[in-house]
Nanobody, 123 residues
């Protein structure tokens, strides 16, 4: 069992940066691949980035590649999403999630979810 809690969201101007954190509880955090998803108003939840259990491999959606960086600290049971060069279209609720395997991009493939944190990018 893994419980997840996101933080770090907020309001930022276009071109700015934010760093999201996702703190996990449970002894098995290091066994899970972790992902970040986002959901904008009126849209489906979409994949943003994923990281392998060890942190050695990452994968990104094309829309954020080169701007966002996912990382994790297994000792702290925390996964991060560094977001740079933010655009108004990045505005959404951002969720972290845990999956049994890496390179999963479907929402249904993730077993555990946080409550989300709002990111708003003004133009």
């Amino acid at each position: 069992q893994v419980q997840l809690a996101e933080s770090g969201g907020g309001l930022v101007q276009a071109g700015g940066s934010l760093r999201l954190s996702c703190a996990a509880s449970g002894r098995t955090f290091s066994m899970y691949a972790m992902g970040w998803f986002r959901q904008a108003p009126g849209k489906e939840r979409e994949f943003v980035a994923a990281i392998s259990p060890s942190g050695s491999s990452t994968y990104y959606a094309d829309s954020v590649k080169g701007r966002f960086t996912i990382s994790r600290d297994n000792a702290k049971k925390t996964v991060y999403l560094q977001m740079n060069s933010l655009k108004p279209e990045d505005t959404a609720i951002y969720y972290c999630a845990a999956a049994p395997r890496f390179l999963l991009v479907a929402v249904r493939s993730y077993d555990y979810w946080g409550q989300g944190t709002q990111v708003t990018v003004s133009s």
